[in-house]
C-alpha cells in the first residue's frame, strides 16, 4: 500500500511502507556514523572511529540550490538518485567530493 498520512502534529507525511530505522541502522551503526553540524561560517565533520573533525567553509562548499546553517544545528545529508528522498547515513556525495578535493 503505497502514500501515508499527513500528520497536523508535525506537518510531516506517515508513510506506508517504510523499513524501520533499527532495521536499517542499529544503534551502534548510529553511533559510529559521521556527524555532520553547523559551526558559525562552517559545516563541520566528526567521525567518532577515528575522533577526527574536519571543517568545510560554507563559501568553499558548492551546493545546488542555497544552504542556510545556523551554528549547532545538525545536517542530514538526503539522496535522490532513485527518484524519491533517502537518507544517508555518514556524508552525502557533495560532502565527500568537496572534503577528497583538499
Not at 558548492?62 to 545529508?77: D, H
Not at 533517502?86 to 560532502?95: A, E, H, K, P
Given at each position: 500500500k503505497k502514500g501515508g498520512?499527513?500528520?497536523s502534529t508535525t506537518g510531516t507525511c506517515q508513510c506506508n511502507n517504510i523499513t524501520p530505522l533499527e532495521k536499517i541502522c542499529d544503534s551502534t551503526c548510529r553511533n559510529q556514523a559521521i556527524v555532520t553540524t553547523c559551526e558559525s561560517s562552517s559545516i563541520k565533520i566528526?567521525?567518532?572511529?577515528?575522533f577526527t573533525t574536519n571543517y568545510i567553509s560554507l563559501s568553499d562548499f558548492?551546493?545546488?540550490?542555497?544552504?542556510?546553517?545556523?551554528?549547532?544545528?545538525?545536517?542530514?545529508?538526503m539522496s535522490t538518485k532513485s527518484g524519491s528522498f533517502?537518507?544517508?547515513?555518514?556524508?552525502?556525495?557533495?560532502?565527500i567530493s568537496n572534503l577528497n578535493s583538499r
Open positions: 498520512v499527513l500528520s566528526y567521525d567518532p572511529l577515528t558548492n551546493t545546488q540550490g542555497s544552504l542556510v546553517c545556523t551554528s549547532g544545528s545538525n545536517i542530514y545529508s533517502n537518507g544517508i547515513f555518514g556524508l552525502g556525495d557533495s560532502l
